[in-house]
């Protein structure tokens, strides 16, 4: 298919993205999703099965309503990579003739139309990962969550869009471009699984897989408004998942579902949890119905001291807190342990190589601004590294963010080991000072300091996902539920523009970054797959400290992490139905996506 002389990438973009838009021109011809898709579209998966078992619908039915909304959400948020909606439709074909002589579903995906995050393999297709170089070698097999569905009678229909590097949350690269915000298209969608989440969210998929290494599952689904899981370790088999990291195991990749309810998220555990490949991954342990007491005990916090999160990130927590008081369940606040060792020991591991096999298969392809920094940062000289943490310290009187400065540089193999004993030794305190402690049953915490990111923010904020990444340093399942949305009235008071006012904060630098009088921002690019026209230099916005404006971001989705204890990925799942529940009726769901603002 492809020459064996390499390409320059814009010509390999060009090429995949003419691609893509043949595999999407039949679905353009049809007539948009209207009132008759609207059934299909409100229908949680679990439903859609449900409604299909009884012969009300069929398989064709809700995949031609689910290919019209992914046109839609394709054309307004650019979250598409490849598509087989022709391979889809022979799919949902084949299921209603089975059913329409067995008169049984084939399992309990049967019909749901299913997206998956590029990083899995479909057999017949590429996983180019946003890398010219991966492109035009089609995968020869699925990988085993991907038969998982399909064996369950679920039908893939297309992959959806990553970050460069799959290691930083602004979902955009040189292959597909960048991908919106569902809810504003000044904003991203998140990452790394952020392609994913805008799909769901805009009802262009039933039910969806993302992975996460620091926050990549639930950054996005807090950003666009769905739910999503991340697994603890060793729960989904990665055979077939591909990633930027071959032989890293110092903070391991998981698999995990995303979905439009807690009920998708459960099926989509059930359905994968022990199964175990050909590799014999993952542990051998099902799905277990966890015994749930009447009144659970959660633990909760509104900062963990790193960097202090915005008002409308803290708001989500407090509405989650006083909702699950009412329902009878008892919160108690707590302090996170040292949540910036958390943040070094993630960094110095994922940095000990200079990031040389994060970004081995780049080739010739252009390294993106937001993810440009955190590359090029181990490679600096040490002692410019250390002056400018010196500088950083002194200036802003921060004690906070130039340990992770200086943990971002080359280690040796005993300093690797090093590290990893450190990983284990934090992952013992935390374990001791949270869950033995105060025999918390699970822990509410927010998901990031932001509630959402300007397109070009990230390449000067990519410490705020330190609230995320401590989950996979400790190694515990997260699940993550929308709450509400930012207002106009979150704006930020002096308890978060001045570090001596309030509690809770942490790196002033950082801080200065979110919260201050915001001025006119730079031009930056906003179209679907566009690139900044200009993005906020670094210098205008640490006079400004701009990035947080709850005026620009009203209406865009805040969620929750769900935290359990490892191993506990059941009852994490059923604390997110708990929580959930507390919180009652919102728009957030199946059918609920009305329109993306400016």
């Known amino acids: 298919m492809w020459p064996l002389q390499p390409k320059p990438h814009s010509d390999v973009a060009r090429r995949k993205q003419a691609i893509r838009d043949d595999a999407l021109r039949p679905a353009r011809a049809l007539p948009r999703d209207g009132p008759d898709a609207d059934p299909y579209l409100r229908a949680t998966a679990k439903e859609i099965v449900q409604r299909i078992s009884k012969g009300e619908w069929t398989a064709s039915d809700v995949l031609d309503a689910y290919i ?109 471009g960048r991908s919106l915000n569902p809810h504003s298209k000044s904003y991203t969608c998140g990452g790394s699984s952020g392609g994913e989440a805008a799909l769901l969210a805009m009802d262009g998929s039933a039910f969806g897989w993302g992975t996460d290494i620091g926050g990549s599952l639930r950054i996005p689904a807090s950003f666009c408004g769905i739910y999503s899981l991340k697994p603890g370790w060793g729960r989904v088999s990665m055979t077939g998942v591909q990633g930027t990291w071959p032989g890293f195991e110092g903070i391991r990749t998981v698999a995990g579902p995303m979905g439009r309810s807690v009920d998708d998220i459960e099926l989509g ?103 440009a920094p955190l590359v090029m940062g181990p490679r600096i000289p040490g002692w410019l590294r250390n002056a400018v943490a010196w500088a950083v310290g002194k200036i802003y009187k921060d004690d906070v963010f130039p340990g992770t400065m200086r943990a971002s540089c080359a280690k040796s193999v005993e300093e690797y080991h090093r590290l990893v004993r450190r990983r284990d030794e934090y992952a013992r305190v935390f374990y001791r000072e ?81 919260y201050g009088k915001p001025l006119p921002s730079a031009e930056k690019g906003d179209g679907p797959g566009g690139k900044d026209k200009g993005a906020a230099s670094f210098k205008s916005k640490e006079r400004a400290g701009g990035f947080y404006d709850a005026e620009k971001m009203a209406g865009l989705p805040v969620g929750v992490q769900v935290v359990g204890r490892r191993w506990e990925d059941e009852k994490v799942v059923e604390m997110m139905r708990v929580v959930d529940g507390a919180l009652g009726a919102r728009d957030f769901g199946p059918g609920t996506w009305a329109a993306q603002g400016k």
């Open 68 to 176: 019209a909304r992914a046109v839609l959400a394709q054309d307004l948020t650019n979250c598409l990579t490849e598509v087989f909606f022709d391979e889809a439709r022979a799919c949902a074909k084949a299921l209603d003739d089975e059913f329409a002589q067995t008169g049984k579903v084939r399992g309990p995906l049967h019909g749901v139309p299913v997206s998956f995050k590029d990083t899995f393999d479909i057999k017949g297709h590429d996983t180019t990962l946003g890398f010219s170089s991966h492109a035009g070698h089609p995968r020869p097999e699925d990988a085993l969550v991907v038969s998982l569905v399909r064996d369950a009678g679920g039908i893939p229909i297309c992959k959806t869009n990553v970050p460069q590097l799959i290691f930083f949350f602004e979902c955009q690269n040189p292959i597909w």
């Open 269 to 371: 555990a059930r359905l994968v949890f022990g199964k175990q490949g050909s590799e014999f991954d993952p542990a051998p342990l099902p799905y277990r119905d966890p015994e749930m007491p009447t009144k659970l005990r959660f633990g909760f916090y509104l900062s963990d001291n790193y960097v202090k999160p915005s008002p409308a990130s803290q708001r989500a927590v407090r509405e989650t807190v006083e909702a699950l008081r009412r329902a009878g369940h008892e919160c108690v606040e707590f302090e996170v342990p040292q949540a910036r060792r958390a943040m070094e020991i993630f960094i110095g591991l994922t940095a000990a190589d200079k990031y040389r096999t994060l970004s081995a298969d780049l080739g010739d392809d252009p390294l993106e601004p937001g993810v």
């Open 434 to 514: 949270v869950w033995d402690k105060h025999g918390f049953d699970g822990l509410i915490a927010p998901v990031l300091a932001m509630p959402g990111l300007p397109h070009g923010s990230v390449q000067f904020l990519s410490p705020l996902a330190c609230l995320d990444l401590l989950y996979n340093v400790v190694e515990s399942p997260v699940g993550t539920v929308p709450v509400t949305r930012v207002r106009a009235s979150d704006v930020a008071t002096a308890e978060w523009t001045d570090p001596r006012v309030g509690r809770g904060h942490g790196s002033p630098f950082l801080e200065r970054l979110l």
